[in-house]
């Protein structure tokens, strides 16, 4: 997988059943990517970096019918911090990461990009040890579900999201960004990132146009989304009442090469931004 643009990203991954008939897997994988993150003090940004991270793991798994699946895996990385925006005599991280993970996935939907039907969850438990090569300590839960209701053309769609640190000794570089397309939409992407962080949204699009079912139709769709969410320092500053809400008009065309989008996302305060990618909006 190959993502260029804002933030690059270079995925690939060797699927490999242990057996013609197994469900069991083993997958050795490569990832290197780059994304902004900004740096708070007191909430206020004081610096914008460049992280740029390389990493290769090693994952065994099962096959759950064709729903899912569960992995366990290990990874070891290096990567640095750049100080992009802010006070030059900031000092940049070079740091190393290495632990284990276990995740499990669910997908019941009926397509990938713009389902009309069905769930998706996503379940994920991190640890990160000095044992393994890491710089730092700490445990990390992630947990993100959508689901998704039709009635004719049109279709509503419910996500949650949360991921919260557990025993954090970590940086800044493995904080969880929010930011960007349905992920606070009137924001860039990273522009608040913390140890803790929720999201919730609720996104209505609508097929518009009649299809003929040919080789040529590329279904096109209009939506509206809204979203609520923010990240924080510590658990106990976590409240509906410091939660931002954002919003988002988009548009959308199924093509035979993935998604194209073109949006404008809305925040509190005035702000906004606006998007033009293809391939799938960011999780």
Same mark, same amino acid.
């Given at each position: ?163 919260? &640190? ?45 299809? &003929? ?17 923010? &990240? ?22 199924? &093509? ?28």
């Amino acid at each position: 997988d190959l993502t260029l643009g804002t933030d690059p990203e270079l995925f690939s991954e060797f699927y490999q059943p242990l057996s013609f008939d197994s469900r069991w897997f083993v997958a050795p994988r490569i990832d290197m990517a780059q994304s902004n993150l900004n740096v708070f003090a007191s909430n206020d940004t004081v610096a914008r970096l460049r992280v740029s991270e390389a990493e290769t793991g090693l994952d065994v798994g099962r096959e759950l019918g064709n729903i899912g699946e569960f992995r366990l895996g290990t990874f070891r990385g290096i990567g640095e911090a750049r100080v992009k925006v802010g006070d030059p005599a900031l000092t940049n991280i070079d740091f190393d990461t290495g632990g284990a993970f276990a995740s499990l996935r669910f997908d019941t939907r009926d397509d990938a990009q713009f389902p009309r039907s069905g769930v998706r969850a996503d379940l994920r438990w991190t640890l990160s040890r000095p044992a393994l090569g890491a710089d730092s300590e700490f445990d990390t839960v992630e947990g993100e579900a959508s689901a998704s209701w039709s009635r004719g053309k049109s279709t509503l769609q419910l996500g949650l999201a949360y991921a919260t &640190t557990l025993e954090s000794d970590n940086t800044v570089q493995d904080f969880f960004p929010l930011g960007g397309f349905l992920r606070m939409s009137g924001l860039q992407r990273g522009e608040i990132s913390g140890p803790h962080a929720a999201l919730a949204r609720l996104v209505y699009y609508r097929r518009i146009g009649d299809t &003929t079912g040919g080789i040529l139709d590329t279904p096109v769709y209009v939506g509206v989304s809204a979203e609520a969410g923010n &990240t924080w320092q510590a658990r106990s500053d976590m409240s509906f009442d410091s939660l931002i809400m954002n919003g988002s008009v988009f548009a959308g065309v199924d &093509t035979f090469i993935g998604p194209v989008y073109l949006a404008a996302g809305f925040a509190e305060q005035g702000r906004s931004n606006f998007y033009l990618f293809v391939g799938e909006p960011p999780r």
